[in-house]
């Protein structure tokens, strides 16, 4: 989602959010006036524990929106939020993202804390840390080549592959995941390792499909067909690699090498 669209959307769900938390106060509730509070206006806040206090609504709804957009969720991820004729409690922790976010506001603080001494710059000119730093628009920021890894140790090279596809399909354009050429090269590297060498041959091939131009999976088809014993596949490969990238020394050393 870009990053515009989901500002859009977490003001939707914002107002909607309101609309929910604007309905009376369920039976056993306070009916009479509230101090602090409009009558049918939201209830007063009353479990902050990371913000001060006295934070004004307007405050701790704009860092909201901010976690939304973040994490590329909505508030009832964190929220116990069912909207009109459910249970809506935003000051309730009943819900284990609440608790892990309030650990993560802590974490992110002390990190901020610690950061500019870490870089050797003053406090104003170092970066800031904050959630979309690492989660980039998903509530479990991991790398793509990890959650791969994962599919693939038990249903081989298909099953990292399937993953990718199903991400791709949902995430291309974002900023949640790598999709660059980078991305199935790696997977291919690491079933090199684990001498797959079948395994990485799918990932390149899938890789040339997506990047029909990428010198580098050419060069790493070579090192499997060489792994393999397979010379002239190797030959052809590296020829390639060599015809997309010609002043790639390296490779062209490589493509020497073999035709030795
Ligand atoms: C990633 C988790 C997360 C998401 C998503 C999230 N919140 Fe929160 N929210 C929290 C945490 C944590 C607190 C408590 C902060 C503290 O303890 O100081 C909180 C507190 C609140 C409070 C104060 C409740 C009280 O009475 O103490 C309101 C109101 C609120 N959130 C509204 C929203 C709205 C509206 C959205 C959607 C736009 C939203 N939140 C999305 C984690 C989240
Ligand atoms: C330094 C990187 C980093 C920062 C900064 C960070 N997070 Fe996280 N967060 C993570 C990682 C990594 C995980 C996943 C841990 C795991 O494997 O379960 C995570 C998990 C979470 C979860 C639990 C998700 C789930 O479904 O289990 C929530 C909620 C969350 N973060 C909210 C936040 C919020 C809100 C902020 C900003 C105040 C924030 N995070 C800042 C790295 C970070």
């Known amino acids: 989602m870009t990053r515009l669209s989901t500002l859009a959307l977490a003001t939707v769900l914002l107002t909607a959010s309101i609309a929910a938390a604007q309905q009376p106060p369920a039976p056993g509730g306070v009916t009479g ?3 602090g509070a409009r009558a049918g206006g939201p209830p007063p806040m009353s479990n902050l524990l990371i913000f001060p206090k006295d934070t004004p609504r307007e405050t701790v709804i704009t860092t909201m929106q901010a976690f939304t957009a973040a994490l590329g969720v909505q508030c009832n991820y964190c929220h ?8 809506n409690d935003m000051a309730s922790d009943e819900k284990p993202a609440k608790k892990a976010a309030r650990g993560m506001m802590t974490l992110a603080r002390e990190i901020n804390a610690k950061l500019p001494e870490a870089v050797g710059k003053g406090a104003a000119a170092t970066t800031r840390v904050g959630c979309a730093t690492c989660h980039r628009g998903v509530p479990i920021p991991k790398q793509i080549t990890d959650i791969m890894t994962e599919a693939g140790s038990t249903g081989g090279a298909a099953a990292g592959l399937a993953t990718f596809k199903q991400l791709r399909e949902k995430f291309y354009g974002g900023q949640s995941y790598d999709f660059s050429e980078g991305a199935l090269i790696t997977m291919a590297q690491r079933a090199n390792t684990a001498t797959k060498y079948d ?5 390149l091939q899938a890789n040339l499909e997506y990047y029909p131009k990428s010198a580098r999976s050419y060069s790493a088809v070579a090192q499997m067909k060489t792994a393999k014993g397979d010379k002239p596949g190797a030959i052809a490969a590296m020829e390639k690699a060599v015809e997309l990238d010609p002043n790639n020394a390296q490779m062209k050393a490589q493509l020497e090498a073999l035709k030795k």
């Open 33 to 35: 006036t509230v101090t």
């Open 80 to 87: 116990v939020q069912e909207g009109r004729g459910g249970r």
């Open 199 to 203: 395994d990485a041959l799918v990932y």
